[in-house]
């Protein structure tokens, strides 16, 4: 699935869109998963926010857009799409990425 994910980077004040190949097909996986995957195995440096306790559509920390509709990452299944673009949550301070204030 490509997964293409507004980054910002704060420090250089810069704006980009970055895309990543993510193979969906083996399991269920929600956004987060979706993130964590990139995170842990394709780029270290992405910046998303994930509320180690909660992780179950509680606190919404997770909200980001979802192809342009506010979603909970934590519990947002990415079955239904062909692919994902993924924005920080909308009316919110970027501080990187997809982590917002
Ligand atoms: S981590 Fe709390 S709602 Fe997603």
Same mark, same amino acid.
């Given at each position: 699935m490509k997964v293409k994910i507004s980054r910002f980077n704060p420090e250089e004040q810069r704006a980009w869109v970055q895309e990543y190949e993510v193979d969906t097909s083996a399991c269920s996986m929600t956004v987060m998963d979706v993130l964590e995957y990139i995170g842990n195995y394709?780029? /270290?440096s992405l910046a998303y926010y994930k509320h180690s306790v909660c992780? /179950?559509?509680?606190?919404?920390?997770?909200s980001v857009r979802v192809n342009g509709k506010t979603k909970l990452a934590c519990i947002e299944?990415?079955?239904?799409?062909?692919s994902l673009e993924l924005e920080p949550a909308s009316n919110r301070k970027v501080v990187r990425d997809l982590v917002v204030l």
């Open positions: 394709l780029d /270290h992780n /179950h559509g509680i606190c919404g920390r997770c299944r990415v079955d239904g799409y062909e």
